[in-house]
Structure formats: structure tokens, C-alpha cells
């Protein structure tokens, strides 16, 4: 098959090296695509012969060693070598050198692409696509990246160790559209002449750096920006009032920075703004009502600021809303009953002073309430949210029982510290879903269900034994039951249970064994007859008799006492008789008064 152009084995599950004999032959090839397979070794010496290849994507395989056949390929104008053992010059000039490549794929080389980055090919002006993310390559950006690749539209050098400012020649690629230069280590403030220059750009990240200053000055032309994301970084001041013209923007994520100052007026006027992201700064003031206009808005993240006031009635217009993030501020007042979106499937409100209930939403899957000022009983409107999963109403006033049916879903559940009583429902055997639990800090009693992997039961009055059964639990990583009214036997400390610690029991004097200091040989007899049931730590009935037999004596001996002293026999019923009186002119003056006299 010499005369073969096309081969494009993908995804086929091959294994083992590419065979010399045969693959060899193929000299004419113009395309060769064997990405997602299992193939490993070296690649063939003869591949350096098939200077007619346009296009070749060895990605997602397990070649190994260096690629030096591949530099005389000069017809190439596709090259992805991404997921892979390849050792690569961190220049890159063996392939950037190829004046027709078009499109180059690096990414997340298992043997990392080590070194400095240093472009010492001359202008290419056919290049559009680079990506050389997720390897360890360091030093500075190179500072005419933008002379020597002019033509590029997709740039991604994410996730490397690169250090140094931003160089201003990036500003020179006017057909830019996608930049990524997020998890370096950047430095400096965002180049003006980017700002004006990539008037072509929709997507710029820069996470994760220590870029710092202004996010931008006054002179912005990026117009067609639809995703920005600064997030990470030292930024201050107040959110850039030249961002009102990227009025195309969908996402907006400037959060862990050092923003200060207010949500701007004119983010009103994002209509299409899906994704806003303000959290972990120091912005203040009220939340705007007006953001109940943005009914585009699905994802609201303004956690840990200084936001305070009451919830905005008008979020109850944001019918597309999935995911709100309000937690770690100052909000009070109570959560509008008919705020519940149709898709909303998280919401995060602790650390507030939020008072009231919230509306059922059938797809709410994390709902966290914890650390407010909510009172009254567990609602059982939850139990009625069947895609529920995780349940977050510690700290709070909560009182009652905890309704069984709400724990019917759920998968994690924190419901501590709160003013919870009765016993732990029946139906939390019965999950299977459930993998965290903490009721700690409550009141609740009774015997402790069987089935979890994470077990706060800690400073309840819970009684009875701890059920063996748990010990069967080889999910369990986290357990305690310390400060209740538990008896009995430990755990025997085999399997998980061998790493739980004293710490996990105390606070339960009638507890015994291992790895508690008490053995169980001080509490009760070291063997029962057969047959017999251990009901106890004592025999009740000669506790009953014992009691009574000491009553008698009392009673007898005060007797014995007053018969032959007179003089305290008298002091006894003077006392008597003073007693009596009181009680009387009580009665008098204060109960039949009331009771059986009708007044005028």
C-alpha cells in the first residue's frame, strides 16, 4: 500500500510499537492519526522519510524517547504529541521550526517538557494554534512572543513554572482569540498594550499567578471578551469600571484577590453574564436589587466579603439559577419564600444572620444553612427534595426531633450543635447512600444505628451498648461517641476500629476496653452461665431491695432518735407545726383567692 495517503487508526486499541516492516512503506502518507491507543517505544527511524505528512497526531499513546525523525518533516502543518513519554527541547525548535505548522499540541507530556522557553526560529507566520500546558517548563515568557508569532488564535501555556511579567509584544497578536496563561507564577500588572491590542479576543485567563494592581486601566478595547478569569491573583481596588464595554462577557470569575468597594452599577447592563464569580475579596455594601435583572444568571459565587443587608426579594426572578454562594458575609433578615428557582441545585448561605425557611426546590442537591440564626423545627419540607444529598444545618437554634423521612436521600448530613432531642430515626440504617454523619452537640438519646462511614455522635445522652455490628463498617473513617451515657464493651480494635482512639470514647464512665484505660474485668463478672442474657452492669432486683432496706432504716432511726431526746422531739414538732402554717396563709393568699372567690 505505498501509494496509501490517509491512515487514521484512532482509538482502536492498539498496543505494542509501530512495526518498521510494513508501516515503513508508507512514504506518501499526508495524514497519520493514531492518537487514544496503547502503543509505546520509540518511534521508527523511518518516519523522517515521509516528508509528504501534513498532519500527524501521535497523542494519548505511550511513546517514549526523542523525536529527532520528526525534524525533517517540513510539509507538516499539524502536530499533536500531547499524553505521551516524549523528551522535548523546552525551545521547541526542532518542530517550530517548520515554517507551514499550523496547529501544535504539547500538552501534559508525562516526561515533562523541561527547561527554558526560548523561540530562536525565525517569524512564523502560519502558526495559529500553541499549546504547550501542563509540563515544567520555566524561565520568562519569551518577550518577542508576539513578533515571532504573530499569527496566533489560540495560545495556551497554563500550568508550567513560567515567572516574570506578561511581555507587551502578546498585544501584537491581533487575531488572538483564546489565552491561558493561568498556575505560573506571573508577576507585574496586566500590559496595557494586550488590552487595546488582542481586539479579537473571547477568552483570557490568567488564574492562579501573583499579577497585582489594577485589573485594568482605563483603555480597554477587548469588546468581544465573552470569558474572563483573573481569579487568584493580587489584584486591589475596585472592580474595573472599562470592563462596562465587554458588554458580550458570559463569565466573570475575579475572585481570591483583594478587591475592594461595591458590585458596580454597571454590570446591569451583562445581559448575557451566566457566571459571576466575587468571591474571597473585600467587596462591601448591600447586594444590589437590580441583579434580579440578570435573569441570565446561573451560577452567583460572592462568598467570604463584607456584604451585608437583607437577601434581595428580587433574586426570586432569577429563574435559571443553579448554583448560589452567599456564605461567610453579613446578610440578615429572612430568605424570600418565593425565592426558589427551578434549576437551582446548590445553595451556601452560612456563616450569615439569616433568619425564616426556604422554598422546596426539586433539584436541590447541597442546601447549607449552617451557622445562622434559624430556629424552630427541622422542616419536613425537605424530605420532599429527592435529588438532596448533602443537608448542612449546624449551629444553628433548630429544635424537636429530626423528621426521619429527611434523612431518606441524603449522603452527608450536619445537623450539630443545635437543640435537637429524641432519638436518631430508624431510617438511617436503612441508607445506603450515607457516608457522613454529626449530630454532635445535641440531646438526643436512644441506642446508635448502624450505617455510615463518617460518625459524629459525640456530646449527646445517647445510652445503651455500642453495637458490635459497626465493627463490620470497613467504610468507616471517622467515629466518635464521646461524652453520652454509653456502656459496656468497646469495639473489638480490629480493622478500621484499630485507629480510633481513646479520644473517640470518652465522657462514658461506664465504658470499658480497649483503648480506654478501664478494663472491663472492674465492671462486671468475666463470664455468664450459659444461656443467660447480659442485661446490665448490675443485678436490678437486689438493687431494688437494697434500696428499700436502706429507706427503712432511715425512717426507723430518726424514729429511735426523737423517742429518747425529748428535746429534739419538741424542736421537731415545733418545726412541724411553723411548716404547716406557712403553707397554710400561702393557700390563703394567693391560691383560694383566686380560684374560689369571684371578684367585683
Not at 493580587?234 to 464595554?245: A, C, E, P, R, T
Not at 454532635?440 to 455490628?469: C, E, K, R, V, W
Request: aromatic share 10%; charged share 15%.
Amino acid at each position: 500500500m505505498p501509494s496509501l495517503k490517509i491512515l487514521r487508526i484512532s482509538g482502536c486499541g492498539l498496543n505494542g510499537t509501530l512495526h518498521t516492516q510494513g508501516f515503513c512503506g508508507l512514504t506518501n502518507l499526508q495524514e497519520f492519526d493514531v492518537k487514544n491507543n496503547n502503543l509505546k517505544g520509540n518511534l521508527p527511524e523511518c518516519l523522517s522519510n515521509f516528508i509528504s505528512l501534513r498532519s500527524l497526531d501521535l497523542s494519548s499513546n505511550q511513546f517514549c524517547g526523542d523525536i529527532f525523525a520528526l525534524e525533517t518533516l517540513t510539509s507538516l502543518e499539524m502536530l499533536s504529541l500531547s499524553h505521551n513519554y516524549f523528551q522535548i527541547p523546552s525551545s521547541l525548535g526542532p518542530f517550530l521550526g517548520h515554517s507551514k505548522l499550523k496547529i501544535f499540541q504539547a500538552y501534559m507530556l508525562r516526561v515533562r517538557c523541561k527547561g527554558h522557553f526560548e523561540l530562536s526560529f525565525p517569524l512564523l507566520t502560519d502558526l495559529s494554534y500553541l499549546d504547550i500546558s501542563k509540563n515544567s517548563i520555566n524561565g520568562n515568557v519569551p518577550i518577542e512572543i508576539g513578533v515571532k508569532l504573530p499569527s496566533l488564535s489560540y495560545l495556551n501555556m497554563s500550568r508550567n513554572h513560567f515567572h516574570g511579567s506578561i511581555p507587551d509584544s502578546i498585544g501584537d497578536m491581533n487575531s488572538l482569540q483564546y489565552l491561558d496563561l493561568s498556575h505560573n507564577q506571573l508577576s507585574g500588572g496586566l500590559p496595557e498594550h494586550l488590552a487595546m491590542g488582542c481586539s479579537s479576543l473571547y477568552s483570557l485567563t490568567l488564574s492562579n499567578n501573583s499579577l497585582q494592581g489594577q485589573m485594568f486601566s482605563s483603555k480597554l478595547n477587548l469588546t468581544d471578551l465573552w470569558e474572563l478569569r483573573l481569579d487568584g491573583n493580587h489584584f486591589s481596588g475596585k472592580i474595573s469600571d472599562s470592563l462596562s464595554n465587554c458588554s458580550s462577557l458570559s463569565t466573570l470569575d475575579v475572585s481570591n484577590n483583594e478587591l475592594v468597594g461595591g458590585i458596580p452599577r454597571w454590570m446591569e447592563n451583562m445581559s448575557l453574564l451566566s457566571t459571576l464569580d466575587l468571591s474571597n475579596n473585600q467587596i462591601s455594601g448591600e447586594i444590589p436589587r437590580w441583579m434580579g435583572n440578570m435573569w441570565h444568571l446561573e451560577k452567583i459565587m460572592m462568598a467570604n466579603n463584607h456584604f451585608e443587608g437583607p437577601f434581595p426579594v428580587e433574586f426570586c426572578n432569577l429563574h435559571f439559577l443553579e448554583l448560589l454562594d452567599l456564605s461567610v458575609n453579613n446578610i440578615s433578615g429572612h430568605i424570600p419564600s418565593c425565592f426558589s428557582p427551578l434549576w437551582i441545585s446548590q445553595v451556601h448561605l452560612s456563616r450569615n444572620k439569616l433568619q425564616g425557611p426556604l422554598s422546596n426546590s426539586t433539584v436541590l442537591v447541597t442546601l447549607d444553612l449552617s451557622n445562622n440564626q434559624l430556629t424552630g423545627k427541622i422542616p419536613n419540607w425537605i424530605a420532599n427534595l429527592s435529588q438532596l444529598s448533602f443537608l448542612l444545618l449546624n449551629n444553628n437554634h433548630f429544635e424537636g426531633k429530626i423528621p426521619g423521612r429527611v434523612l431518606t436521600y441524603l449522603s452527608g448530613i450536619d445537623i450539630s450543635c443545635n437543640k435537637l432531642t429524641g432519638e436518631i430515626p430508624r431510617q438511617v440504617n436503612n441508607l445506603g447512600n450515607i457516608y457522613a454523619l454529626n449530630l454532635s452537640h445535641n440531646s438526643l438519646i436512644g441506642p446508635i444505628p448502624l450505617a455510615f462511614s463518617d460518625l459524629d455522635l459525640s456530646h449527646n445522652n445517647l445510652s445503651g451498648t455500642i453495637p458490635p455490628q459497626l465493627v463490620g463498617l470497613t467504610s468507616l473513617s471517622y467515629f466518635s461517641v464521646a461524652y453520652n451515657n454509653l456502656s459496656g464493651n468497646t469495639p473489638v480494635m480490629t480493622a478500621q476500629f484499630s485507629t480510633f482512639e481513646e479520644s473517640s470514647y470518652v465522657g462514658n464512665p461506664f465504658l470499658c476496653g480497649k483503648p480506654l484505660p478501664n478494663n472491663c474485668t472492674t465492671f462486671r463478672p468475666s463470664s455468664l452461665p450459659k444461656g443467660s442474657t447480659d442485661n446490665g452492669l448490675m443485678d436490678m432486683t437486689a438493687f431494688y431491695a437494697s434500696f428499700d432496706a436502706f429507706y427503712v432504716v432511715v425512717i426507723l432511726s430518726i424514729a429511735t432518735v426523737l423517742y429518747i431526746n425529748p428535746y429534739w422531739r419538741r424542736a421537731w414538732f415545733y418545726h412541724i407545726g411553723e411548716i404547716s402554717k406557712r403553707c397554710y396563709y400561702f393557700l390563703q393568699d394567693h391560691i383560694l383567692p383566686t380560684r374560689f372567690y369571684c371578684k367585683n
